[in-house]
Each structure stands twice: as structure tokens, then as C-alpha cells.
């Protein structure tokens, strides 16, 4: 099996668990990969992601063209942006409608420049800060552009009223972070109130040093 073929596979067995946990419904969200030659595989539009068919991902070539497969996902000017700005750091990219990071995004309060608490070392470790971005129609190409004014600074973007997207150096550490984020997400929701006792500054620092994580001021 070639590397593309094994990646096609991979693509559609990460969208398959993603939606049998609930974390993304109906025809909703989609996942991008890099390819060997520098193209891309793309969920096609109005797929959902339990039911793809690996030889009908969106193929598109490294100039951007589309080059076979389905029509690919309306979200490509969200996906681009992220492959645009952090260039070699990202090698794929998923989007979900996931419920509690959705829940978070719709209430007051929060932190826009780091909407989700440090409640635990491995959110910190594997999304830095997340960046609580404004409402945009489904498809709207001012999605890629709020992306790209973050400068290829953040990894993990959640989307007010839609839902999370995230960049990872290949899928498996995309699909995971993701999960890291609704994870979280949940547990934010679960003690809000409660004053619940999250990681120190001091201690988020040294998760930073350590692990050499992207953490801007």
C-alpha cells in the first residue's frame, strides 16, 4: 500500500471513531492531511466524516488545484489559512462541531485570547493557548483570514457559535489534540462555579520550558 493510499485510510478511520463518540454529528466537520508530494487529502462537502470513502476524498495538488475526488469541504479557506501560516509545523487539520467546546464558545466571560483554563497539564501540552475567534458563516473566506491575522502563532482556533479547529504536525497529533480541547472543554463546563483549582501561572511556565510549547503573550 503506498503512503497516499495509507493515509487515505487514516483519514477516514479518525473521522469513523470521531463520529461514533459524538464528537461531531450529521455531515459536520471535516479533516485535512498533508500529502507526500506536497498536496492535500480534503473531506468532501457534505460528507459525514462516519462514512467516507477513502477513493473519494478531495484530492488537491501542491499549486492548490483540485485534481480529483469529491467536492471538498467549504471550510478549505479555514484549512489553507492554517497550512499557509505554520508551514512545516502543520500536516493536518480537523474541524468538528464538538458540543461542550461549542458550549463553551457561547458563554460570557472567558479569556477570547485563552478561552480554555489550564485545568490540566496536557491541554497546556498539547493546544498552548486557544484563541476564541467570532462568529463567521459556514464557508465564509473571512474565516481564513482571521486565522492567518494570528500570524501561524496558534495551533487551536474555537470558532464562537461553531466549534473548534486544530493543526498538528501530522493527523494522528491533530485528532488527539482535538480531543485534548473538548475534553477540557467539558471539564470547564463540569466546575464552572465551583472555583475549581486549575494549574498555577508558575506551573503552566514550566509545562512551557519543558516541552518547548508555542505560548505568546
Not at 478511520?13 to 480534503?42: K, Q
Not at 497539564?121 to 463567521?136: D, E, I
Request: glycine content about 12%.
Amino acid at each position: 500500500m503506498s503512503e497516499e493510499a495509507r493515509l487515505r485510510e487514516e483519514i477516514c478511520r479518525h473521522g469513523r471513531s470521531l463520529f461514533e463518540r459524538g464528537l461531531t454529528g450529521g455531515a459536520s466537520g471535516n479533516i485535512s492531511a498533508r500529502c507526500p508530494d506536497g498536496g492535500l487529502l480534503v473531506t468532501p462537502t457534505g460528507a459525514s466524516l462516519g462514512r467516507l470513502d477513502p477513493d473519494r476524498l478531495s484530492r488537491f495538488d501542491a499549486a492548490g488545484r483540485l485534481v480529483a475526488g469529491d467536492a471538498p469541504t467549504k471550510e478549505m479557506p479555514l484549512h489553507g489559512a492554517f497550512y499557509g501560516t505554520r508551514g512545516e509545523r502543520t500536516g493536518a487539520v480537523v474541524h468538528l462541531h464538538a458540543t461542550h467546546s461549542v458550549a463553551l464558545s457561547l458563554l460570557p466571560g472567558g479569556d477570547p485570547d485563552n478561552l480554555l483554563p489550564p485545568l490540566t497539564a496536557y491541554s497546556v501540552m498539547r493546544l498552548g493557548k486557544v484563541k476564541l475567534l467570532p462568529y463567521f458563516r459556514p464557508g465564509d473566506p473571512a474565516m481564513g483570514d482571521a486565522v492567518r491575522s494570528l500570524g501561524g502563532r496558534r495551533s487551536a482556533v474555537l470558532l464562537a457559535n461553531h466549534g473548534p479547529v486544530v493543526a498538528g504536525k501530522d493527523l494522528e497529533a491533530a485528532v488527539c489534540a482535538i480531543e485534548e480541547l473538548e475534553e477540557t472543554a467539558r471539564l470547564a463546563l463540569l466546575t464552572r462555579g465551583a472555583n475549581p483549582i486549575g494549574l498555577t501561572d508558575t506551573q503552566v511556565r514550566d509545562l512551557v520550558s519543558t516541552f518547548g510549547i508555542e505560548w505568546d503573550d
